[in-house]
C-alpha cells in the first residue's frame, strides 16, 4: 500500500499545477479515484499539537486515506518511530527499516513499541522495492495499528472501507 501511495506522491509534483503552484514537470493525469481535493488534503499539514502525540513530534504528512496523519521527532525521521494520528486519537508507531540492516537482522522491539496507553491491534509490513520521497533506500515500512484495519481504511475521506485505486 505505501509503495503505491508513493507513486502516487511521486504525481503529485506534476499535479500541482491543478492546485494552483508551479509544476515541477508537465501535467500527468491523475490515477483513478485521485482528486485535487484529495491531494490538497493528502499535502496540508494539520495545524497545532494534539494531545495524543508524543512531545517533540510534528507533522510529517497530511492525512493519507487509510492512514490519517503521520508525526515524528526531527532527529527520526525518516526511520521512525513514527506515530499516526486521527479523530483525536494515536493510531500507530511506525518504523522504517533500511532493507540491508533488515538483512543483516536485528531486534526492533525497541523502537516498534504502542505508545503509552495503547496496545497493538495487527502489524502490516510494506516492503518499498525503491524507495518514497523522505526515504528513498529500499527498506520495509512496518505500521503497528492501535485499532482495527476496518476503522483506519475509512480514514480521510475514504467512505469505501477499501483500499482506494490510486494506493494500490
Known amino acids: 500500500m505505501i509503495k503505491r501511495f508513493i507513486s502516487t506522491c511521486l ?6 499545477s ?21 491531494i490538497k488534503m493528502m499535502m496540508t499539514l494539520p495545524k497545532g499539537h494534539p494531545a495524543a ?5 510534528v507533522p510529517v504528512s497530511g492525512c493519507i486515506p487509510t492512514m490519517g496523519y503521520h508525526y515524528a521527532k526531527h532527529g527520526n525521521f525518516p526511520a521512525g518511530p513514527l506515530y499516526g494520528y486521527y479523530n483525536g486519537k494515536a493510531i500507530f508507531t511506525e518504523v522504517m527499516i533500511d532493507k540491508k540492516q533488515f538483512d543483516k537482522g536485528g531486534n526492533w522491539d525497541n523502537i516498534l513499541q504502542p ?9 502490516d509490513i510494506w516492503y518499498e522495492t525503491h524507495g518514497h520521497p523522505g526515504y528513498t533506500i529500499p527498506h520495509y515500512d512496518i ?8 476503522a483506519h ?12 485505486p490510486y494506493l494500490m
Open 11 to 16: 504525481t503529485l509534483a506534476a499535479a500541482a
Open 153 to 164: 481504511m475509512t480514514f480521510c475521506g475514504n467512505s469505501s472501507g477499501k483500499r482506494p
Open 143 to 150: 505500521h503497528a495499528w492501535y485499532i482495527p484495519h476496518s
Open 53 to 57: 502525540m508524543p512531545a517533540g513530534t
Open 115 to 123: 505508545l503509552p496507553g495503547y496496545k497493538i491491534d495487527h502489524v
Open 18 to 38: 491543478l492546485l494552483g503552484a508551479t509544476p515541477a514537470a508537465p501535467a500527468q493525469k491523475l490515477p483513478p479515484g485521485l482528486t485535487p481535493a484529495i
